[in-house]
Nanobody, 123 residues
């Protein structure tokens, strides 16, 4: 049974930082692309960042230069370092994994999902 478990969310002041982690179990994702999505209240879930099997990355324009996605294949874990947070970053953040190597931007192309972790940025 594949599981993705996110951690690291919480409450932070504007301008602060958080680091999210997503630990996978049940299968190895070292040859797969993984991503982070988020869903703010009243909004659709949106792509935030993705990392392919070889470490190449893609970011949404809204987080480019502030967020960094990385992975540790030995730990079967992907991370999202979030800096310079603002109120618009408040959302539930989800980790997702594909079965393919290259990053996809649409959520329906991800087969596996975590339960989400809340990030709240106070202004």
């Amino acid at each position: 049974q594949v599981q993705l478990v996110e951690s690291g969310g919480g409450l932070v002041q504007a301008g602060g930082s958080l680091r999210l982690s997503c630990a996978a179990s049940g299968r190895t994702f070292s040859s797969s692309a993984m991503g982070w999505f988020r869903q703010a209240p009243g909004k659709e879930r949106e792509f935030v960042a993705g990392i392919n099997w070889s470490g190449g990355t893609t970011y949404a324009d809204s987080v480019k230069g502030r967020f960094t996605i990385s992975r540790n294949n030995a730990k079967n874990t992907v991370y999202l370092q979030m800096n310079s947070l603002n109120a618009e970053d408040t959302a539930v953040y989800y980790c997702a994994a594909q079965s393919e190597r290259y990053i996809k931007l649409r959520e329906n192309e991800y087969a596996y999902w975590g339960q989400g972790t809340q990030v709240t940025v106070s202004s």
